[in-house]
């Protein structure tokens, strides 16, 4: 999976984030956490587009080549892909943690197999 380097800047209530590799491809959030998750998103429609276009993605930057503005935060977002295909993945969790995630995906509106890939995808945006 591909990282693009990108800049945080803003306040408490508004966060912006642009991507110095792809001029025009922005995302804003009022928290740093919410400006993450919608940066992830506005990366994924940016290579949806270009592909769709017939063009090729924009290579990333290495980090340490990314000069950083007074005031910026350098974090890397992931260029999560969906395929649409679904693979099974055996997993064993804990009795307490696997009711944790029922609970907050059925309080979410969500399946459980939902609600684990929209957290894998918040964890991946914020750089975890």
């Keep these: ?28 959030g009022s928290t740093i956490d919410e400006a993450l998750i919608n940066a992830e998103a506005a990366l994924r429609d940016y290579a949806v587009e270009t592909e769709r276009d017939g063009d090729e993605l924009v290579d990333a930057s290495p980090l340490q080549f990314v000069k950083t ?16 295909k679904s ?21 979410r509106g969500m399946t459980r197999k939902a609600y684990i890939t929209w957290v894998v995808r918040r964890i991946a945006a914020m750089g975890g």
């Design 1 to 28: 999976m591909v990282r693009y380097p990108a800049l945080i800047d803003g306040e408490d209530g508004a966060f912006g984030v642009v991507f110095p590799d792809i001029p025009g491809v922005v995302a804003m």
């Design 69 to 84: 503005p007074p005031g910026n935060q350098l974090v890397s977002i992931p260029l999560i892909r969906t395929s649409g």
């Design 87 to 107: 693979v099974r993945a055996g997993l064993t969790l804990d009795e307490e943690v696997a009711e944790f995630i029922s609970t907050e995906a059925r309080r």
